[in-house]
């Protein structure tokens, strides 16, 4: 079993910065993946951007693409979320979420489906 314990969360300005943390318990696989979701009210998980802990690929959702980079610190287990550019309507509990990752399309990994473990969420608030 992985916890996953997400930080950084709060209100910002549109045009603001934010960078989220999520850190890792130890795994049972050392192959994996870790990623973002975000989740406005009466909407559904809403894929982000994940990186491949073998050799650091990434991909983005169209929505953040250029304005939020994801990370990893392997030593720490921790994966990071940074958020530029923040417009109002990126206000939302943003999840992360981690899985095993064998191979495939990292493209495959915007499913929620494809994921085994998820965090409590932090909310995000952009103000206008």
């Known amino acids: 079993q992985v916890q996953l314990v997400e930080s950084g969360g709060g209100l910002v300005q549109a045009g603001g910065s934010l960078r989220l943390s999520c850190a890792a318990s130890?795994?049972?696989?050392?192959?994996?993946?870790m990623g973002w979701f975000r989740q406005a009210p009466g909407k559904e998980r809403e894929f982000l951007a994940v990186?491949?802990?073998?050799?650091?690929?990434?991909y983005y959702a169209d929505s953040v693409k250029g304005r939020f980079t994801i990370s990893r610190d392997n030593a720490k287990n921790t994966v990071y979320l940074q958020m530029n550019s923040l417009k109002p309507e990126d206000t939302a509990v943003y999840y992360c979420?981690?899985?095993?990752?064998?191979?495939?399309?990292?493209?495959?990994?915007?499913?929620?489906?494809?994921?085994?473990?998820w965090g409590q969420g932090t909310q995000v608030t952009v103000s206008s």
């Open positions: 990186i491949r802990w073998s050799d650091g690929n990434t």
């Open positions: 979420a981690a899985t095993r990752y064998a191979g495939g399309l990292i493209m495959s990994m915007t499913s929620t489906q494809r994921w085994d473990y």
């Open positions: 130890e795994r049972t696989f050392s192959n994996y993946a």
